[in-house]
Nanobody, 122 residues
């Protein structure tokens, strides 16, 4: 069972930055597409970002494009999400996700972390 584990969430003021990280302790880490979803209070889950197995191709949801950046380190088996210029509407629980690369870029993410809370407010 693949179990992503997120860290780095917290409170930040509007305009600030925060970096989330995720570890995926799996021998076949290099074969998984990794990404981030988020869920705001009372809202459905929203795609945030994804990165391919080589860390060469990335996608971003429209709401975060230009502000967030995803990266993976296959040696350390980690993926990070650098969040800049944060807005109150970015407030959500952020989930690290992993899925098979077979259907890239239309990935079905079968493995989800427990989530980490990000709160953007003054």
């Amino acid at each position: 069972q693949v179990q992503p584990v997120e860290s780095g969430g917290g409170w930040v003021q509007p305009g600030g930055s925060l970096t989330l990280s995720c570890t995926v302790p799996e021998r076949t880490f290099n074969l998984y597409v990794l990404g981030w979803y988020r869920q705001a209070p009372g809202k459905g889950r929203e795609f945030v970002s994804s990165v391919d197995v080589a860390g060469e191709s990335t996608f971003y949801g429209d709401a975060v494009k230009g502000r967030f950046s995803i990266a993976r380190d296959n040696f350390k088996a980690t993926v990070s999400l650098q969040m800049n210029s944060l807005k109150p509407e970015d407030t959500a629980v952020y989930y690290c996700v992993a899925g098979s690369a077979a259907k890239w870029p239309l990935v079905e993410y079968d493995y989800w972390g427990q989530g980490t809370q990000v709160t953007v407010s003054s």
